[in-house]
């Protein structure tokens, strides 16, 4: 007899959801790009510590209590036809560990005196951030199933949202 948690229906969420929030953060990305190459390094480390924290929300909280997320279940989705199919939170978790990593560093590198590795982080996030958003595809979701394949991770350990 299957236990519970085998008859249950993973519970999935919109991916949608993901793909607005990577609307938003690359709005945020590029005004950061922007803002370090005209050298402001004060307002670059400000918009990247903004960054940062998004990120780390995602990574940490887990995608439904994103605050993109929860804009987008309370405000848009509400207006939008029912989902063809949900998707598994984890991968979408994971990219946002890896928006974390990519703009932690790049922060942490403008603090030591490196004001170049704010703008070039934000270039990289915002680089990943819009083909999510323009194109549905997610480098980190990815690189989670690339992990996933390859037996370094197990599926939905990022899940513990």
């Given at each position: 007899?299957?236990?519970?948690?085998?008859?249950?229906?993973?519970?999935?969420?919109d991916p949608r959801g993901p793909r607005f929030s990577a609307s938003i953060m690359s709005v945020l990305?590029?005004?950061?790009?922007?803002?370090?190459?005209?050298?402001?390094?004060?307002?670059?480390?400000?918009?990247?510590?903004?960054?940062?924290?998004?990120?780390?929300?995602?990574?940490?909280?887990?995608?439904?209590?994103?605050?993109?997320?929860?804009?987008?279940?309370?405000?848009?989705?509400?207006?939008?036809?029912?989902?063809?199919?949900l998707e598994d939170p984890a991968a979408p978790r994971f990219a946002q560990l890896v928006g974390l990593?990519?703009?932690?560093?790049?922060?942490?590198?403008a603090l030591i005196g490196l004001p170049l590795a704010a703008p070039i982080a934000a270039g990289l996030?915002?680089?990943?951030?819009?083909?999510?958003?323009?194109?549905?595809?997610?480098?980190?979701?990815?690189?989670?199933?690339?992990?996933?394949?390859?037996?370094?991770?197990?599926?939905?350990?990022?899940?513990?949202?």
């Open positions: 007899m299957p236990s519970p948690s085998e008859t249950r229906p993973a519970a999935g969420i990305l590029l005004v950061t790009v922007f803002t370090g190459l005209a050298g402001a390094v004060v307002a670059t480390s400000i918009l990247l510590a903004v960054a940062v924290v998004i990120f780390a929300w995602g990574a940490i909280a887990g995608v439904r209590r994103h605050p993109f997320g929860v804009l987008f279940r309370r405000v848009v989705r509400p207006h939008l036809a029912a989902p063809v199919e990593i990519v703009t932690g560093v790049g922060l942490l590198l996030a915002f680089i990943a951030a819009f083909l999510n958003a323009a194109f549905g595809f997610c480098i980190g979701c990815q690189m989670y199933l690339a992990l996933v394949r390859a037996g370094l991770v197990r599926r939905g350990a990022a899940r513990a949202a």
